[in-house]
């Protein structure tokens, strides 16, 4: 190469262009020459360079070379004649000097391929048996990949499922919460849980509906649950109507329970009281031992009755199941409809109590009927009176105090009504104690009762008119039995069985020995002992009517007074005007008098033991009545006498037996009536208004004076007229007197007939004879 250098004349640019070719990147062969197409096609070729990099078209825009390589260019091309020609020859001259070095080294490698030729040409039959036998695993690879590839295919498919598992249970998990609860829901609208069911709605919507909310199911659950609402309200309602209709049914239990608890808690301080009372009047008159008797009895009763009692108490949740009205209650209100059934439940229990003040027809008959009433009305105010406290607004104390007064008015009104009915002394006593109980009860649940006990001072007027007619029947029994003699007494016992009886203090009659006799008759004992228990019977009134003992006291002595002065003066007025009453009777009954009246102050220490007030508080009411009774007793006396004796009289001048009368014989009986007139005048007893002891002889002084005077045409011509002369003359009574004389004169004047006077007096007697028959056949014809 060196050689073909030299002769050529070397060119030093063009051995650093060929230097330059033979280092630089075939890719970056054409910017480096810049030489005709056919030039670099045979540098490509003899360098093994792919034409990629440039062509001839692209000119001076080449590489980044394109300023530096451009000077080579001319150098190559301009520098030197046939430049070119000696750069070809040089170029020629490189490749060849190049294939010489590549045949050697291939010689020099010949025997080494050889070597490898040969080698590869012995392992060609075990690189076919390799092949073989890598066809034949790959083969088996294959088989062996088709059971994975389904396995693999079924894992993806357990992975999908697995995931969309695992996505349905995620879900599952969001929604079971909403199930449960609606679950429970269902659960709780089956066990009647009302008001929990509407509480687990709330949460359902609040809390749980939105969670699933993109769920049909959930608005389905949704859609539902307002006519579940309405379910529940209409279940409630009629829970509560049933409730009210139990009630209404067992308000005479809870009221009877009601007034039994009342009256349990009153027994004692009632029984201590009467002990106390007791304790006070021991050592007084020992005629007074009976109330401390009874009031020992009573107490041992309370007591008695206490233990009884104290063996179950129920109370009016023990009786009613208020669950109704509580859950009722609660729903209206979770619902937002609390006005509805506030409004609902009033107007329904003020037509029960209407119904419960509505009393029966025969109520006033028997006690039964007052107690059932008044139990009916003490359950219906308890149940109220229990809502008002355990409940918050369904009823108010407003409310409840207006139903009282509206019921109270009606109860008042319907005992006024049904009490004037009651004849029972003993009906109306026991009325009076179930309404102090019935007050009693109701005050204990905060009802004002003040206009109870009013009606309750209408009542006891009503029961002492009661006792007054009882006692009347008593006393008339007990005058009917007496003998009207003074008591006989053989021996000391029988002395102090009528000292027991009555307080008679004589030292007289008890010096004077067996036998003797109290100077009263049976009756007074009887008497006394009676009016002693007319004042048990008053005081059983005045018990528990919540007055103080003063007042208790005053009207002890104003019942007792009248007794005294209305009830036994009457019968001893009845008694004395008696037909069988002669003047020996009317003397006993006058000492009887006397003594009763001088045991007043007896019974007035009696009436202080009992209520512990003095007589000489100056307030006390003093027995008075006995004190004018005897007055009365003379003047009834007197005029008994009096009408007694001209009943006598008449009678004489009427009497059958009496065939005839003279005129004569009248005259005498008018002198003698005359003088009884005069007796009547004289005012013997006093206190007599006018000529009242007069009137008892007017009948006869009537009669007399039309048979003295012989005034019979005034007497025929004014007959039946008020203002009659004679209106007192009886025709019957003047026709037979007058038939009697008209008898005397036809017997006793023989030559009557033959005197002119006697004539004309016996026609006229004949002629009134004929109008007095007439008279009275027109009497009986009328009658």
Known sequence: MAENGEGLGTVPEHERILQEIESTDTACVGPTLRLPLECVCVVWHDFHVPPTCWSPEEGAAGSPQQLGDECTLRSVYDDQPNAHKKFMEKLDACIRNHDKEIEKMCNFHHQGFVDAITELLKVRTDAEKLKVQVTDTNRKFQDAGKEVIVQTEDIIRCRIQQRNITTVVEKLQLCLPVLEMYSKLKEQMSAKRYYSALKT???????????????????????????????????????????????????????????????????????????????????????????????????????????????????????????????????????????????????????????????????????????????????????????????????????????????????????????????????????????????????????????????????????????????????????????????????????????????????????????????????????????????????????????????????????????LTRTLSSCLLNLIRKPHIGLTELVQIIINTTHLEQACRYLEDFITNITNISQETVHTTRLYGLSTFKGKVAQTACMSACQHLSTSLMQMLLDSELKQISMGAVQQFNLDVIQCELFASSEPVPGFQGDTLQLAFIDLRQLLDLFMVWDWSTYLADYGQPASKYLRVNPNTALTLLEKMKDTSKKNNIFAQFRKNDRDKQKLIETVVKQLRSLVNGMSQHT
């Open 201 to 563: 709605m709330e949460q359902l919507e609040n809390v749980y509906f939105p969670r699933v909310s993109q769920y049909r199911f959930c608005q389905l659950m949704i859609e539902n649950l307002p006519k579940l609402r309405e379910d529940i309200k209409e279940i409630s309602m009629s829970d509560l109507k049933d409730f009210l209709e139990s009630i209404r049914k067992h308000s005479d239990k809870i009221g009877e329970t009601a007034m039994k608890q009342a009256q349990q808690q009153k027994t004692f301080s009632v029984a201590l009281q009467k002990q106390n009372r007791v304790q006070f009047g021991k050592n007084m008159h020992f005629n007074d031992r009976i109330p401390e008797e009874r009031n020992e009895v009573e107490l041992k009763r309370a007591f008695e009755e206490e233990d009884e009692n104290e063996e179950e108490v129920l109370t009016v949740q023990d009786l009613v199941d208020f669950s109704p009205v509580y859950r009722c209650l609660h729903i209206y209100s979770v619902l937002g409809d609390e006005e509805t059934f506030e409004n609902y439940y009033r107007k329904q229990r003020k037509k029960q109590a209407r119904l419960v003040l509505q009393p029966q027809s025969n109520m006033h008959e028997t006690v039964d009927g007052y107690r059932r009433y008044f139990t009916q009305i003490v359950g219906f105010f308890v149940v109220e009176d229990h809502i008002l406290h355990v409940t918050q607004g369904l009823v108010t104390r407003a409310y409840t105090d207006e139903l009282w007064n509206m019921a109270l008015s009606k109860i008042i009104a319907v005992l006024r009504a049904h009490s004037s009915y009651c004849t029972d002394p003993d009906l109306v006593l026991e009325l009076k104690n179930l309404i102090v109980l019935f007050a009693d009860t109701l005050q204990g649940y905060g009802f004002p009762v003040n206009r109870l006990f009013d009606l309750l001072f209408e009542i006891r007027d009503q029961y002492n008119e009661t006792l007054l007619k009882k006692w009347a029947g008593v006393f008339r029994d007990i005058f009917e039995e007496d003998n009207y003699s003074p008591i006989p007494i053989v021996n000391e016992e029988e002395y102090k069985v009528v000292i027991s009886k009555f307080p008679f203090q004589d030292p007289d009659l008890e010096k004077q020995s067996f036998p003797k006799k109290f100077p009263m008759s049976q009756s007074v004992p009887h008497i006394y002992i009676q009016v002693k228990e007319f004042i048990y019977a008053s005081l059983k009134f005045s018990e528990s009517l919540h007055r103080s003992s003063t007042e208790i006291d005053d009207m002890l002595r104003k019942s007792t007074n009248l007794l």
